[in-house]
């Protein structure tokens, strides 16, 4: 079992930035993955993107691709969210997530094992 701790939300208007930092402490040797969802009032939760941990490996969703950057230091215990350019419809609860399972990281949200408490962003238009 891993905790994850999410930080650094706030309100900002369009075209600013922020960065996302998650920290994860536990059994985190046993990780393949870590990754950052977000979920907006009334909708699903999402998949923004993903890092593999045995070779830093990166994937985005299309919609924050060539936006949002994600990074660990070298522990890769810490993980890292830049956003750029952010737009109104990035609004969303932003949740850190960690899988021990490689099928489970290249699956939706719901499969995922460990997740934090989330972080809210809201991008004013």
């Known amino acids: 079992q891993v905790k994850l701790v999410e930080s650094g939300g706030r309100s900002v208007q369009a075209g600013g930035s922020l960065r996302l930092s998650c920290g994860a402490s536990?059994?985190?040797?046993?990780?393949?993955?870590m990754g950052w969802f977000r979920q907006a009032p009334g909708n699903e939760r999402e998949f923004v993107a993903r890092?593999?941990?045995?070779?830093?490996?990166?994937g985005y969703a299309d919609s924050v691709e060539g936006r949002f950057t994600i990074a660990s230091d070298h522990t890769r215990d810490t993980m890292f969210l830049q956003m750029n350019n952010l737009k109104p419809e990035d609004t969303a609860v932003y949740y850190c997530?960690?899988?021990?399972?490689?099928?489970?990281?290249?699956?939706?949200?719901?499969?995922?094992?460990?997740w934090g408490q989330g972080t809210q962003v809201a991008v004013a238009s």
């Open positions: 536990g059994r985190t040797f046993s990780l393949f993955g």
């Open positions: 997530a960690a899988t021990s399972s490689e099928t489970k990281y290249y699956s939706p949200a719901k499969s995922w094992q460990d």
């Open positions: 890092f593999r941990r045995s070779d830093g490996n990166v």
